[in-house]
C-alpha cells in the first residue's frame, strides 16, 4: 500500500510518500508546497490543492494521511490550517474517490507519518530545507 503523508500548512505544505511492503515502510517521496506570503488566501489554497493533486498524479498512493493539528496559541493560525486540511481534503477527493483522509487505522496512520516526518529530518535536517515543489 502507498500512502502520502500531509503536514497542512498555509505558508508550507510538507508531503512524504512511503510504501508498505510486508512489515516494512519503504520512503518514495518527500517535499514541499510553499505559498507566496501576502497573497490572498484563496491562491495559497489553491496553490496547495494543485501541489497535491501533482503528488498524487505522480506516485499513485491509495491512502492520504493529514498530520493531526496541534493546539494553536493563536485563533487565526489555527484557521489557516484548517483551512490548508481542506484543501489537502478536497485534493483527495478530487483524485478519484479512492482516497479519503483516513482510510487506514489511526495506529498505522501515526507510524506512517512519523516515518515521514523522520525521513524528512534525516534528509534534510527540517521541512524547511525540503525540496519545494
Do not use: K
Not at 10 to 28: D, M, N, P
Not at 42 to 50: A, C, F, S, V
Not at 94 to 118: F, H, K, Q, W, Y
Amino acid at each position: 500500500m502507498r500512502v502520502l503523508g500531509v503536514d497542512p500548512g498555509s505558508a508550507t505544505t510538507g508531503f512524504g510518500v512511503v510504501e508498505r511492503q510486508a512489515s516494512a515502510l519503504r520512503f518514495v517521496a518527500a517535499g514541499t508546497i510553499r505559498t507566496r506570503v501576502g497573497e490572498p488566501m484563496p491562491d495559497r489554497l489553491l496553490t496547495i490543492y494543485r501541489g497535491l493533486l501533482a503528488v498524487i498524479d505522480e506516485h499513485a498512493p491509495q491512502v492520504m494521511s493529514l498530520e493531526r493539528n496541534f493546539v494553536a496559541r493563536n485563533v487565526q493560525s489555527a484557521f489557516r490550517i484548517g483551512e490548508a486540511r481542506a484543501a489537502a481534503m478536497l485534493a483527495a477527493a478530487r483524485s478519484g474517490g479512492n482516497m479519503v483522509p483516513p482510510m487506514i487505522d489511526a495506529a498505522m496512520a501515526e507510524a506512517t507519518l512519523g516515518a515521514i516526518c523522520g525521513t524528512l529530518r534525516e534528509e534534510w535536517g527540517s521541512y524547511a530545507e525540503a525540496p519545494a515543489f
